[in-house]
C-alpha cells in the first residue's frame, strides 16, 4: 500500500526533472504549489519543507512542469481553433512580418520592438494592467531576471530576447498572489509558455488574472556558467564585457568594444541547457502570439498569430498606428530563414533524445511522451484510418518549378513539403523544406525542383490506421507521408503530417469556470 | 442636560435600529460568509482540510472520489481555506445564518456527483 | 473619618463592571476602599499552549481571538513577529493598509469604550448614541475585510485584501461623519453635569505612580505621560505617518475618556493621511511554511495600550513557545493604585476606566501550596494532575 508520501508528486518531479538537471527554473513549480513549499533562490530549486505535513494528495508541480508529459495535448486545445497549422509552426491563423512605428523602441529592443510595442498600447488602453518580462540583472551583466511592468515606460528596460533563465513563470505567480494582478500579460520562452499553458489546462486559480501570452522564438538558452567559461577559455571574452548576443545563422557575440565574434552553432550547442537540446518547439507554439526574429531584415520581426485575442491585441495595435506589418510573402528568405531554424531545432532534439536514449541517460518525460502514446491514445489511433484525417486539396508543383518559385510557394501556404506531380496527374516525387536549403539563396533561381527532389518517396493507403503511419514516419524520420491508391501507386490521394496526428490527438478544450 | 437637545432631535426621526428578521441588509461585496465547495473543480488534496484553523473541515477518501465535510458549527469564517485552495474550488457564500437547535443539522457535505 | 474596623468585600467573579470575570478583594473602612487584592485567572483559556500545537498560518487566526475587540493588533503583532523570525518585510503597501485597519479599529474599540464608561455611571442615553455612532465605523470595516469584528486582514508577509479605490469615498464619507459625531461628544461630555460629577478626580492615578507601576496605553496617557509604541518604535507605516500623541493632564477618569475622544479624532486625521498616500504595489510577500530557528519579540500600541508578543521558534512548521502581553495585565498594577481611597460606588467606573479585556490578560501558573513553590508542565503532565486534583491552586 502507498503511503501518503508517496502520493506526492514532488517526489517524481525531483527524481525525473530536478536530479537528471532539466529544470530550468522557469519557477511555475513555486506560482503553482499552494503551500510555497517550493522556492527558487540563487539559481537553484529548494524545496523548503515536507509537504506531505500539509496535503494528502497533490499533484500540482509535477503536472505543471513544463517537461514533465502530464496534460502535453490538453494545452493544444487553447491554440487548436486556428485555421491554419503547419509543420514547424504550430497551429496559427496568419504570420507576417512586423515592426514598431516608434524608432526608439526599435533601436531599444532587440529587432522590431514588436513586443515592447504590443504591451505598452495595451498597458495605455488597460487590456492589460502589468505585464511579465524580463530585464538585465544589472546595468553591465548578461544574465536576466524577471521584471514585473506596472506602467508602460517600465517595459523600457526589458530585454526581449532570451539566451538564459528567467523564472518569469515565478513572477506570474507573484504578480496574483503578491500584487494582486488581474489582467496579466506575460512574455515567455517556448518553455514557458508551454508551463503558463499547463497552469491554464490545470485550472489553477492564478489563471484567472492572465490575458494574453506572447510568445518568443527560442532556440536554446545557455547554462551560465558554462557559457562564460566556454567564451573566456575559446575567445578569451569576459561575461562582463558583452554587450549582447545576436543570432542569425551563427551566434553573435556583440562586445562593448565593438568587436563581434561569431561562433557556430555546433561550438556553441554543447554549452546550453541540456534540457534545451531535446526541445522541440522554436516557435512558442502555445502563445497566443509569437514573435522572432526576421533575419536577415533588420529592425523587423516575424509574427505568428495564433488565436483570437492575440488577433484583437494586435489588431488594436495596428489600428493605433503603434505596430506597422508587411506581408511575409515578400520575404521569402525571412520565411525560409525562420523554418530553417525551427527544423534545425527539431532535428538536434531528435538526435539528442535518440543519442541519450542508445547511452541509457535520463529523457525527460515530455520528450518520451512526443513519442510513445498511452494505451487509449493507441486505440483512438488505430481505429482511425488515414483517409478520415488527410489533407485532400494537396498543393502541388511540377517538376519545372524553380527552387524560387517554390520558395515563394512555401511563403504563402507555409507547408514545407509538396509532392511533385506531371501534366496527368501522375506523382513523380515530393520535394521538402531541406531539399531547398542545400542550395545557396544566389543559385536558386537557376535549379529545377526535379534536380533536388527525391523521388524515392514514402506513401501509405487510404486504409491504413494512423499509428501505422506513424510507425512509418518514426521509422523513416520523416514529418509527412503521402496516401495514393491503392491500385495505382502513382495517383495522388492526400498527404498527412505528424501535426495532423497530433491534432487528432488533443482533447477537448475544458470549460474555463 | 447637555445632551438634551440632541435627544429631542433624534426623538422626531425614524429608529436606527433595523428590525432584523423583518428587514435585512444584503452584506457588502466580499463578506466571508460559509463557505461551498465545487466538487467538479476539487482534486482532492486535502489542503483546506489541514489548513483550516480550527479543523472545521474533514476530507474522506482522495483524489476524484473525495468526500467533503464541513461543520459550520466550528467554522470561523477566515476564508483561508478558500485562499489556499489551488483550483477555486471554494466559493464564500453571503449567508450568514447559520444557526440551528441541532448541530447534526449543521454539517454540509460535499461529494462529486457523476 | 474613620470606622475603625476594616471590612473585606469580596467582588467579583461575577461583578457589575463588567461581562468577564475577575476576583478583587476590596478592604474598606466606611465607604473608602484602602486596600485591594486583585486574583487573576478565571478565564484562563491555554492559547499561549495552543499556539505550540497549530502551525504558522492557523495561528494568525488563534492570534485574532485572543481579543474581540483588538483582533487586529493582535494579528499585526504575531505577524510582524513572525515576519521579524523570516528576515522578511511587508510591503510599503500592505503596511499602509495594517495602519488604516489599526486606525479603524481604534476608533471602533475607543467608541466602544466610551459607550461602556457612560453606561457605568448610568448615563444610558449618552451610551445608545455612542453605539448607534459606532455602527459607522464597524460597516467600514466590513467594507474593507468582510467582518464586522474579526477582520482576518493580516497575513504573515502582508495583508489579504487590498482597499480598492471604489471604497476610498464611502470610507472618507464615514470618517466625515464620525469626526462631527466625535467633535460633538467631546463637548457633550466637558458641559455635561452628570459625566463630570461621576469622573473628575475619580481614579486618580498621578504621573510618578503610572510610570513606576508600568501603566500603557491611554491611562498612562491620561496621566500625562507621553508613552506611545507607535511614536517611539513606529511599526508598519506609522514612521511616514504625521501624528500626534494626545495626553491628558487630569489624571482621573474624566481625563481618559478625553484621551480616547482625542485619539478618536487623531486617528480620523491619519487614516484620511494614510488614503491619500498610500503607495501602489505589492501586497504580500509570499512567506515559506516553516520557519528558521530563532525569537522575536514584537510591539504594537493596541487601543489598550502597549502589546508584546513573543515567540520562540524551533525551524518546524509550529512555533515551540509563544508569549502574550496584553495591555490590561500591566495596567491591573495601577487600577490597584487607583482604588485607594476612593469610594465603593465607584469601583465599576474606575475599573471600566482603564478599558480591561480580562480574558485577553488571564494566565496560570502552578504553585505548590505547601512548599509554595512555581512549577512548569508540559501538556501531558499538566492532564495527568488535572486528574488527580492534589495540592494545587490556581493563582
Same mark, same amino acid.
Given at each position: 500500500m502507498k503511503t501518503s508520501k508517496d502520493l506526492i508528486a514532488y517526489n517524481d518531479l525531483k527524481r525525473r526533472i530536478i536530479d537528471p538537471g532539466f529544470?530550468?527554473?522557469?519557477?511555475a513549480c513555486e506560482s503553482a504549489c499552494p503551500i510555497h513549499a517550493l522556492k527558487i533562490e540563487n539559481r537553484r530549486l529548494n524545496?523548503?519543507?515536507?509537504?506531505a505535513d500539509f496535503m494528502d494528495f497533490c499533484s500540482i508541480c509535477y503536472d505543471i512542469c513544463p517537461f514533465t508529459e502530464a496534460l502535453l495535448f490538453e494545452t493544444l486545445g487553447f491554440v487548436a481553433n486556428a485555421p491554419n497549422r503547419a509543420e514547424g509552426i504550430g497551429y496559427y491563423r496568419r504570420m507576417l512580418l512586423a515592426q514598431a512605428v516608434d524608432k526608439k523602441l526599435r533601436d531599444l529592443s532587440h529587432s522590431g520592438g514588436v513586443v515592447t510595442a504590443l504591451l505598452m498600447h495595451a498597458i495605455k488602453t488597460g487590456f492589460i494592467d502589468s505585464a511579465i518580462t524580463s530585464e538585465r540583472e544589472k546595468e553591465t551583466s548578461i544574465e536576466i531576471r524577471p521584471l514585473l511592468s506596472l506602467v508602460p515606460d517600465d517595459l523600457l528596460s526589458t530585454v526581449d530576447y532570451e539566451y538564459f533563465p528567467s523564472s518569469v513563470a515565478m513572477a506570474f505567480g507573484k504578480a496574483v498572489h503578491e500584487y494582486g494582478k488581474t489582467k496579466i500579460a506575460f512574455v515567455g520562452t517556448p518553455c514557458h509558455v508551454r508551463a503558463i499553458r499547463k497552469l491554464e489546462a490545470w485550472e489553477?486559480?492564478?489563471?484567472?488574472?492572465?490575458r494574453i501570452v506572447i510568445g518568443l522564438t527560442c532556440l536554446w538558452s545557455f547554462s551560465l556558467p558554462e557559457l562564460t567559461r566556454f567564451l573566456k577559455e575559446r575567445y578569451g571574452i569576459e561575461a562582463g564585457d558583452i554587450l549582447r548576443i545576436d543570432m542569425d545563422g551563427k551566434y553573435k557575440v556583440s562586445l562593448k568594444n565593438g568587436k563581434v565574434a561569431a561562433i557556430s552553432i555546433p561550438e556553441i550547442k554543447a554549452h546550453t541547457l541540456s534540457i534545451c537540446r531535446m526541445? %522541440?518547439?522554436?516557435?512558442? %507554439?502555445?502563445?497566443d502570439i509569437s514573435v522572432g526574429g526576421a533575419?536577415?531584415?533588420?529592425?523587423w520581426s516575424t509574427v505568428i498569430i495564433r488565436t483570437e485575442i492575440g488577433e484583437e491585441i494586435f489588431e488594436e495595435a495596428v489600428k493605433a498606428d503603434v505596430i506597422r506589418t508587411r506581408k511575409i510573402e515578400e520575404e521569402p528568405n525571412v520565411y525560409a530563414h525562420f523554418v530553417r531554424m525551427s527544423f534545425l531545432k527539431r532535428k538536434y532534439a531528435t538526435e539528442e533524445v535518440e543519442r541519450r536514449k542508445k547511452h541509457g541517460e535520463p529523457v525527460p518525460p515530455i520528450s518520451i511522451r512526443l513519442r510513445e502514446f498511452l494505451p487509449r491514445e493507441i486505440n483512438l489511433l488505430s481505429s482511425l484510418k488515414a483517409e478520415h484525417i488527410m489533407t485532400k486539396n494537396v498543393i502541388t508543383v511540377t517538376p519545372e518549378t524553380t527552387l524560387e518559385g517554390l520558395l515563394a510557394i512555401m511563403t504563402r501556404y507555409h507547408h514545407t513539403g509538396y509532392p511533385i506531380v506531371d501534366d496527368e496527374g501522375k506523382l513523380l516525387g515530393i520535394v521538402t523544406f531541406d531539399d531547398i536549403s542545400k542550395v545557396l539563396p544566389s543559385k536558386r533561381g537557376g535549379v529545377l525542383v526535379r534536380e533536388v527532389a527525391h523521388s524515392k518517396i514514402v506513401t501509405a493507403h487510404p486504409d491504413s490506421s494512423l499509428m501505422e503511419i506513424y510507425e512509418k514516419m518514426i521509422q523513416h524520420k520523416i514529418g509527412k507521408i503521402i496516401i495514393v491508391d491503392r491500385k495505382d501507386h502513382r495517383k495522388l490521394l492526400g498527404i498527412i503530417t505528424k501535426t495532423d496526428i497530433m491534432h487528432v490527438l488533443k482533447w477537448p478544450m475544458k470549460k474555463l469556470v | 442636560m447637555a445632551i438634551i437637545a440632541e435627544a429631542i432631535k433624534w426623538l422626531l426621526k425614524h429608529p436606527v435600529t433595523i428590525k432584523y428578521p423583518f428587514e435585512r441588509e444584503a452584506p457588502p461585496k466580499g463578506f466571508r460568509g460559509r463557505p461551498v465547495w465545487d466538487m467538479h473543480r476539487c482534486i482532492g488534496c486535502g489542503l483546506c482540510s489541514r489548513i483550516c484553523p480550527s479543523g472545521a473541515i474533514e476530507i474522506i477518501g482522495r483524489g476524484q472520489e473525495a468526500k467533503i465535510k464541513h461543520y459550520v458549527d466550528r467554522c470561523l469564517f477566515c476564508g483561508q481555506c478558500s485562499e489556499s485552495c489551488p483550483r477555486n474550488a471554494i466559493k464564500l457564500m453571503n449567508d450568514f445564518e447559520h444557526a440551528r437547535y441541532n448541530r447534526d443539522v449543521m454539517i454540509y457535505e460535499y461529494k462529486r456527483e457523476t | 473619618m474613620s470606622y475603625g474596623s476594616i471590612v473585606k468585600v469580596p467582588f467579583g467573579p461575577q461583578h457589575p463592571a463588567l461581562k468577564e470575570p475577575e476576583h478583587f478583594l476590596f478592604e474598606i473602612d466606611g465607604e473608602i476602599i484602602v486596600n485591594v487584592k486583585p486574583r487573576i485567572g478565571y478565564n484562563h483559556r491555554g492559547i499561549e499552549k495552543a499556539f505550540e500545537r497549530r502551525t504558522y498560518i492557523q495561528n494568525i487566526y488563534l492570534a485574532e481571538r485572543i481579543c474581540g475587540i483588538c483582533s487586529d493588533a493582535h494579528t499585526t503583532c504575531y505577524t510582524q513577529a513572525i515576519e521579524d523570525l523570516l528576515g522578511l518585510d511587508a510591503p510599503p503597501r500592505a503596511r499602509y493598509i495594517r495602519v488604516i485597519v489599526a486606525e479603524l479599529e481604534r476608533i471602533h474599540s475607543h467608541s466602544l469604550w466610551l459607550g461602556i464608561a457612560v453606561h457605568e455611571i448610568g448615563f444610558d442615553t449618552f451610551f445608545m448614541y455612542l453605539w448607534r455612532d459606532r455602527e459607522a465605523v464597524m460597516d467600514i470595516l466590513e467594507l474593507i475585510s468582510g467582518n464586522r469584528v474579526h477582520y482576518a486582514m493580516n497575513t504573515i508577509g502582508g495583508v489579504r485584501r487590498d482597499i480598492t479605490p471604489e471604497i476610498i469615498p464611502k470610507i472618507i464619507r464615514s470618517l466625515d461623519f464620525l469626526e462631527k459625531r466625535t467633535k460633538y461628544y467631546m463637548k457633550a461630555l466637558r458641559s455635561e453635569r452628570t459625566v463630570l460629577k461621576r469622573t473628575v478626580d475619580v481614579g486618580v492615578l498621578k504621573p510618578k505612580d503610572a510610570v513606576e507601576l508600568c501603566a500603557v496605553g491611554p491611562t498612562l496617557r491620561a496621566s500625562g505621560v507621553k508613552n506611545d509604541v507607535r511614536g517611539d518604535d513606529p511599526y508598519a507605516a506609522y514612521d511616514e505617518i504625521p501624528f500626534n500623541i494626545v495626553t491628558d493632564d487630569g489624571c482621573d477618569v474624566f481625563s481618559r475618556m478625553l484621551v480616547r475622544c482625542g485619539e478618536i479624532l487623531e486617528s480620523i486625521n491619519m487614516i484620511r493621511y494614510a488614503l491619500d498616500h498610500m503607495p501602489s504595489g505589492m501586497l504580500r510577500v509570499r512567506m515559506p511554511m516553516a520557519v528558521k530557528p530563532g525569537e522575536a519579540v514584537s510591539r504594537v500600541e493596541a487601543p489598550r495600550g502597549e502589546l508584546i508578543h513573543y515567540v520562540k521558534s524551533n525551524g518546524s512548521t509550529r512555533p515551540e513557545r509563544y508569549k502574550v502581553r496584553s495591555p490590561t495585565l500591566a495596567n491591573i498594577p495601577a487600577l490597584c493604585r487607583m482604588f485607594i481611597g476612593q469610594h465603593v460606588a465607584d469601583i465599576p467606573i474606575i475599573l471600566a476606566g482603564i478599558d480591561p479585556c480580562f480574558a485577553c490578560m488571564d494566565r496560570l501558573v502552578f504553585i505548590?501550596?505547601?512548599?509554595?513553590k512555581r512549577k512548569s508542565l508540559d501538556f501531558e503532565s499538566f492532564s495527568e494532575m488535572v486528574r488527580k486534583q492534589r495540592n494545587f491552586r490556581l493563582a
Open positions: 529544470c530550468n527554473l522557469c519557477g524545496y523548503t519543507h515536507n509537504c489553477h486559480k492564478i489563471m484567472n488574472s492572465l526541445c %522541440e518547439d522554436f516557435t512558442s %507554439e502555445l502563445a533575419h536577415p531584415l533588420k529592425d | - | 505548590d501550596v505547601k512548599t509554595n
